[in-house]
């Protein structure tokens, strides 16, 4: 049976620092490209993240570079997100989410998780 399982979410102040995971139970990190994906109040899901054999690992926009960090144990068949420098535009919440194609076909990830909220507020 497969299951994506994030955990990590919570409050944080601005400039603060968390680190998501997701673990995945009825397929193997390689077999798929697995997405981190978020979804802000009032506004549709959008890609943070991605890996996939065929990738590596790819950000969706230039505003998460360089402040989040994706990372995958394959042992654990875990994917992480360290997110670092929070702002208040990085309020949502955070799903994992997986897809047999490539990470550049966002339409056709899915399989999400129960996701994990993020809130960045003073």
């Known amino acids: 049976q497969v299951q994506l399982v994030e955990s990590g979410g919570g409050l944080v102040q601005p400039g603060g620092s968390l680190r998501l995971s997701c673990k995945v139970s009825g397929f193997t990190l390689d077999d798929r490209a697995i997405g981190w994906f978020r979804q802000a109040p009032g506004k549709e899901r959008e890609g943070v993240s991605c890996?996939?054999?065929?990738?590596?690992?790819?950000y969706y926009r230039d505003s998460e570079k360089g402040r989040f960090v994706m990372s995958r144990d394959n042992a654990q068949n875990t994917v992480y997100l360290q997110m670092n420098s929070l702002n208040a535009k990085d309020t949502a919440v955070y799903y994992c989410?997986?897809?047999?194609?490539?990470?550049?076909?966002?339409?056709?990830?899915?399989?999400w998780g129960q996701g994990t909220q993020v809130t960045v507020s003073s």
């Open positions: 989410g997986f897809s047999h194609f490539t990470c550049r076909d966002v339409a056709m990830f899915g399989s």
């Open positions: 890996t996939s054999r065929s990738d590596g690992i790819m």
